[in-house]
Nanobody, 124 residues
Framework: QVQLAESGGGVVQAGGSLRVSCAAS????????MAWFRQAPGKEREFVAA????????HYTDSVEGRFTISRDNAQNTVYLQMNSLKPDDTAVYYC?????????????????WGQGTQVTVSS
């Protein structure tokens, strides 16, 4: 049974940093492409970042490019999202998602496995 568990969310002031983690179980992480999505109140879930199975390739949405970094540790079955220079618009529930291999441009509907989410709140 595949399980993804996010952690590390919290409240941070604008301009600050936060790192959220996603611990995976029930799968061999090295066989999966991983992604982070986020959903703000009243908005649709949106793509944030994705990373391929061996970290060779990453992809970011324009609004976080240069501020966020996705990384993974396959030995620890964990994926990270380092978020710097946070803005109030980054406030959302952040979800990690997994799919076997595949390109990094897939929409949320393509990912079969999801975590429960972790809240990130950026105060102005």
């Amino acid at each position: 049974q595949v399980q993804l568990a996010e952690s590390g969310g919290g409240v941070v002031q604008a301009g600050g940093s936060l790192r959220v983690s996603c611990a995976a179980s029930g799968l061999t992480l090295s066989s999966y492409s991983m992604a982070w999505f986020r959903q703000a109140p009243g908005k649709e879930r949106e793509f944030v970042a994705a990373i391929n199975w061996n970290s060779d390739t990453t992809h970011y949405t324009d609004s976080v490019e240069g501020r966020f970094t996705i990384s993974r540790d396959n030995a620890q079955n964990t994926v990270y999202l380092q978020m710097n220079s946070l803005k109030p618009d980054d406030t959302a529930v952040y979800y990690c998602a997994a799919r076997r291999y595949g390109d990094l441009y897939a929409p949320a509907s393509i990912y079969p496995y999801w975590g429960q989410g972790t809240q990130v709140t950026v105060s102005s």
